[in-house]
């Protein structure tokens, strides 16, 4: 597997504008976690948002997957509005067109490594037996189909959140601190196979990350503190 | 509804224990109430419709419902004797088809022994009796018997056996008379309780040694070698066939309410129903305490789940980042509880089979009625669907709790 080009623009798949998000503490007191202006993501397109813990990256990504609802502003997903949407419709829109590596993988203890690629398929187009074995294959999990997470390494669990969440073949696949949890030679090679397995589904990758090794295998990588409205004070 | 069911299998597996509990007492829930329902109906159907084809029992004065029960059912003691005289006078009257006396009052090893006439047998036994091998009715001249399937598997006896009657009915340490019988014929098995019954010869219990006649009014006591005259002989009842209703209820007016000197129990279905009637308050606190079973283990399926769900958040939130709606997630829940209840209802069969088996074997111990395991009855399948119906119900708080199941909370951000 080789990594795709970092940016080959053809189109947008995500267009940010406006976006706010704010959070209330139980003392009353709000803090405006995401205020991004402007940001926009092109078809195929592979960038890295850096930003240190806490700043609000995994709010800013949860906005993007629908997770979260913003307090305003617009995230254009291949021309369809996700802010706009009601939950029903975000959680279409997301398991149509959005794939998401969670830090900690967040797999489905109770099911099989196959089952966990499959599940998702279930709420998109559809399960795809052969697709899932496929995809697993691929990140060389052959021999691994009916292992629960806890039966598998660290390593081997965050290769199936990868086939998990290029399962579907998103349109933009959100990747929070996706080695995070890796020793520093595993990272790299995670990082290889993630933006592979992307390229090779057609997705858009949105990484976020503070680490610098990460980081410096991207062509565009965006400071967080830079795609926020300018005098915002972050959290 | 293919991710439903992969959820709702993963579940049940992850939790095996709980739900193997949920399912046990929901199974106990479900049996106690098909066990209840049928064998109430059973036991209605067999002692309702009992008494083969005899529409009336005549016997001393007193309670219809003892007369039944001792002379079609033989259980109970007999209420007392009436004079021969009165069983001549009843088989002759032109209301009355066929009459058949019975004298009871003694016993084989706790088995009934009644004494009465070859002609109760195409009464009672459906036109004819069949006998288990070789066998034929006994000689009314001599001391022969003919026994009930149940009595040769309890007692062993057998065709060509000999055995000698114990006085009085059951009573431990009874003592035996001097009579000695040959069994000539074993009835084929009717699920009656006429299976328990050993039948010999009127005559024979009349001439019983200690046996006292008082069908004259004074006592007599047969001497071997002399016939017995009419006057002294008594019957303990006689069953009667009738030619139809009303002259069941001519013979009921002129017997209980103008003649007084004996009882008619008639219609014998209608004795029994009362008998069930004035035992429903049993049913009914039976049957309240099944459905407390079935609330409480509808509960426990609450319980158990709810109690899951804290622990759940996190595998609903992954479920939902993952696309599953809210109501995809509460329907998995829904659908878990029903299928814990379905399993109940499927296993309270196995416990409805359990009770069936247990209470057959013992009402046929004491009576002789056969209660089968899996009678038509609506509750079979109305009770299961029930259960899956309320298990459905026992899964909406806890389906409510993780539809209200927020994402962002339980996916745990970490920057």
Not at chain 1, 135 to 163: F, I
Not at chain 1, 170 to 190: H, I, M
Not at chain 2, 360 to 370: H, I, K, N, Y
């Amino acid at each position: 597997m080789s990594a795709a080009s970092d940016s080959a623009p053809r189109g947008p798949v995500l267009v940010v504008e406006d976006l706010a998000k704010t959070f209330t503490a139980p003392d009353g007191e709000r803090t405006k976690v995401v205020d991004v202006p402007s940001f926009s993501l092109a078809e195929g397109e592979q960038v890295a948002v850096e930003g240190a813990s806490g700043s609000g990256k995994t709010t800013f990504l949860h906005l993007i997957a629908g997770i979260l609802e913003p307090d305003s502003g617009s995230i254009l997903i291949d021309g369809e509005d996700m802010a706009a949407l009601s939950e029903a419709g975000r959680d279409r829109l997301r398991a149509r067109s959005i794939g998401y590596v969670f830090q900690s993988f967040h797999l489905l203890q109770g099911y099989s490594a196959l089952e966990n690629v499959l599940l998702g398929m279930h709420f998109g187009p559809g399960p795809d037996l052969g697709r899932a074995r496929s995809l697993l294959e691929q990140v060389g999990l052959a021999d691994r189909l009916d292992h629960r997470p806890r039966q598998l390494s660290v390593g081997q669990q965050q290769r199936v959140a990868v086939a998990r969440a290029v399962a579907n073949r998103p349109r933009l696949l959100l990747a929070d601190e996706p080695t995070g949890n890796l020793d520093p030679s595993r990272a790299g090679e995670a990082l290889e196979l993630l933006r592979a397995v992307s390229a090779e589904a057609g997705s858009a990758l949105l990484l976020v990350s503070h680490d610098r090794g990460i980081l410096e295998c991207f062509g565009r990588v965006e400071s967080f503190e830079g795609l926020r409205r300018a005098g915002e004070v972050s959290p | 509804m293919r991710a439903l069911f992969l959820i709702v299998r993963r579940s049940l597996r992850q939790h095996a224990l709980s739900t193997a509990v949920t399912v046990a007492s929901l199974a106990l829930a479900c049996g106690l109430v098909t066990a209840i329902f049928s064998i109430e109906r059973q036991a209605r159907g067999a002692f309702g419709g009992g008494s083969g084809s005899f529409d009336a029992v005549l016997g001393a004065r007193g309670s219809q419902l003892q007369l039944v029960l001792n002379a079609v059912f033989h259980l109970e003691t007999s209420p007392g004797n009436v004079p021969w005289s009165l069983y001549e006078r009843v088989a002759a009257d032109p209301r009355v088809a066929a009459a058949v006396p019975y004298a009871v009052g003694d016993s084989y090893r706790g088995h009934r022994i009644v004494g009465t006439v070859p002609d109760a047998f195409a009464l009672s036994h459906g036109g004819e009796a069949r006998f288990v091998g070789a066998g034929r009715l006994f000689d009314p001249g001599r001391r022969e018997a003919v026994i009930g399937s149940a009595v040769a598997r309890r007692t062993g006896l057998a065709y060509g056996a000999h055995f000698q009657p114990a006085h009085g009915v059951i009573e431990a340490g009874a003592h035996d008379h001097d009579e000695d019988f040959v069994v000539v014929g074993v009835l084929e098995p009717t699920n009656t309780p006429a299976d328990r019954v050993v039948w010999i010869p009127i005559e024979a219990v009349f001439r019983m040694g200690g046996h006292v006649l008082r069908g004259g009014g004074e006592d007599y006591h047969a001497d071997p070698s002399q016939p017995i005259p009419d006057e002294h002989k008594e019957v303990s009842a006689v069953l009667l066939q009738l030619k139809g209703g009303m002259m069941g209820a001519s013979l009921f007016r002129e017997i209980n309410y103008q003649q007084k000197e004996a009882t008619l129990a008639w219609p014998v279905a209608r004795v029994m129903a009362e008998l069930f009637d004035k035992l429903g308050w049993m049913h009914r606190v039976l049957t309240m305490v099944a459905y407390l079973v079935v609330a409480v283990a509808t509960g426990s399926v609450t319980a158990s789940l709810y109690n899951t769900m804290n622990e759940r958040r996190r595998e609903f939130a992954i479920l939902r980042s993952l696309g599953a709606r809210r109501r995809t997630v509460f329907a998995a829940i829904v659908c878990e509880s029903s299928a814990i209840a379905f399993a109940g209802g499927l296993a309270g069969l196995v416990v409805h089979a359990a009770i069936l088996a247990g209470a057959s074997a013992l009402v046929r111990e004491r009576t002789g009625v056969v209660l089968e395991v899996f009678a038509a009855h609506p509750v079979l399948w109305l009770a299961p669907a029930g259960l899956v119906a309320l298990g459905a119900l026992a899964g909406v708080v806890p389906a409510l709790k993780a539809y209200r199941t927020d994402v962002a909370t339980h996916l745990a951000p970490t920057s």
